[in-house]
C-alpha cells in the first residue's frame, strides 16, 4: 500500500531552522519524483519544491529559493525538506508527495500520493 508519513514540524520562532521529513513506502521509491507542498489557513495548497527521483534535479517555489533545500536518501526511502531562515509567512501544513513520473515537477496535478501533512508554525 503506497503509504508517505511526514514528521518534523513544529513551532520555530522567525529565522529558525527545522528539517521535515517523509518516509515513503509502497512502491519502489528511487523510481518517482517527490515533492513538498504547504497549504495554510483559507488558502490553496501551494508547490514548494520536488526532486527527481535520482536526486540529481530540484525545483524549488520563488519564495523559498536560497531558504529551502529538497533532499533523498534512496537507500531509506526518505525524502527531506531542510527550512532556514523561516518566516512567519512560510507558516503552514506542510505535505510530502509522490510524482507519478520520475522526474522532477511542479504541479499538483502531477503528484498521486500524499502524506497527512505536518504543522510549521514560525513566530515573529
Known amino acids: 500500500q503506497d503509504q508517505l508519513v511526514e514528521s518534523g514540524g513544529g513551532l520555530v520562532q522567525a529565522g529558525g531552522s527545522l528539517r521535515l521529513s517523509c518516509a515513503a513506502s509502497g512502491r519502489t521509491f528511487r523510481n518517482y519524483g517527490m515533492g513538498w507542498f504547504r497549504q495554510a489557513p483559507g488558502k490553496g495548497r501551494e508547490f514548494v519544491a520536488s526532486i527527481s527521483g535520482g536526486g540529481a534535479n530540484t525545483y524549488y517555489k520563488d519564495y523559498v529559493m536560497g531558504r529551502f533545500t529538497i533532499s533523498r536518501d534512496n537507500a531509506k526511502n526518505t525524502v527531506y525538506l531542510q527550512m532556514n531562515n523561516l518566516r512567519p509567512e512560510d507558516t503552514s501544513v506542510y505535505y510530502c508527495?509522490?510524482?507519478?513520473?520520475?522526474?522532477?515537477?511542479?504541479?499538483?496535478?502531477?503528484?498521486?500520493?500524499w502524506g497527512q501533512g505536518v504543522q510549521v508554525t514560525v513566530s515573529s
Open positions: 508527495a509522490r510524482a507519478l513520473v520520475d522526474y522532477a515537477v511542479t504541479e499538483l496535478a502531477d503528484f498521486h500520493s
